[in-house]
T-cell receptor, first 115, second 113 residues
Framework: GESVGLHLPTLSVQEGDNSIINCAYS??????FIWYKQESGKGPQFIID?????DKRQGQRVTVLLNKTVKHLSLQIAATQPGDSAVYFC??????????????FGQGTILTVHP | DSGVTQTPKHLITATGQRVTLRCSPR?????VYWYQQSLDQGLQFLIQ???????AKGNILERFSAQQFPDLHSELNLSSLELGDSALYFC????????????FGPGTRLTVL
């Protein structure tokens, strides 16, 4: 859903470990699925996107996997660093109709990386 | 630094009042978006403008309005403010109307007392 309660999912990892952040989406008609990162006191920052007709996309130290069968999206971060500590949001972009640039954000996951 | 500027950074006002939030997009970006972030609703899309025209609308209250000016800066007007309007308001910009990589500003924190 789109709402965020006071209790966001959390993930705590050690520096150097790989992190996997998961997201369940609801709209099968979305054209793109996107990951954003929000550091404390800052606005969200784009990480990577994946088109709905793909199942995997790799970036620098990050990989996004899309499983349309179960409506599941994941972000894998390799060799996690303390600077990766942030809230991670998945988002959907459905350009159908009048939804042009409208991003629908998920609830967010807090990632904490311990040195 | 995303290149998007927002003013003011903080705003404290009373219920029933009206405020204006301002956003300057990155140089060359034609599209501006407004989002509201609160603890209970998360990050919610409000409205999008592209080159001066409204392009997409989210769950924006009737008490809220926005516009994009010829120089491409945008303003979000919030009126008859209620306690529940207290939130972080983000502006984002992108080169085109349909673009997944939106560049977010630092936000304006609005507190309604």
């Amino acid at each position: 859903g789109e709402s965020v309660g006071l209790h966001l999912p959390t993930l705590s990892v050690q520096e150097g470990d790989n992190s996997i952040i998961n997201c369940a989406y609801s709209n099968s008609a979305s054209d793109y699925f996107i990951w954003y990162k929000q550091e404390s006191g800052k606005g969200p920052q784009f990480i990577i996107d994946i088109r709905s007709n793909m199942d995997k996309r790799q970036g620098q130290r990050v990989t996004v996997l899309l499983n349309k069968t179960v409506k599941h999206l994941s972000l894998q971060i390799a060799a996690t660093q303390p600077g990766d500590s942030a809230v991670y949001f998945c988002a959907e972009n459905n350009a159908g109709g009048t939804s042009y640039g409208k991003l629908t954000f998920g609830q967010g996951t807090i990632l904490t990386v311990h040195p | 630094d995303s290149g998007v500027t927002q003013t003011p950074k903080h705003l404290i006002t009373a219920t029933g009042q009206r405020v204006t939030l301002r956003c300057s997009p990155r140089s060359g970006d034609l599209s501006v978006y407004w989002y509201q972030q609160s603890l209970d609703q998360g990050l919610q899309f409000l409205i999008q403008y592209y080159n001066g025209e409204e392009r997409a609308k989210g769950n924006i209250l009737e008490r809220f309005s926005a516009q994009q000016f010829p120089d491409l800066h945008s303003e979000l007007n919030l009126s008859s403010l209620e306690l529940g309007d207290s939130a972080l308001y983000f502006c984002a910009s992108s080169p085109r109307a349909y673009y997944n990589e939106q560049f977010f500003g630092p936000g304006t924190r609005l507190t309604v007392l």
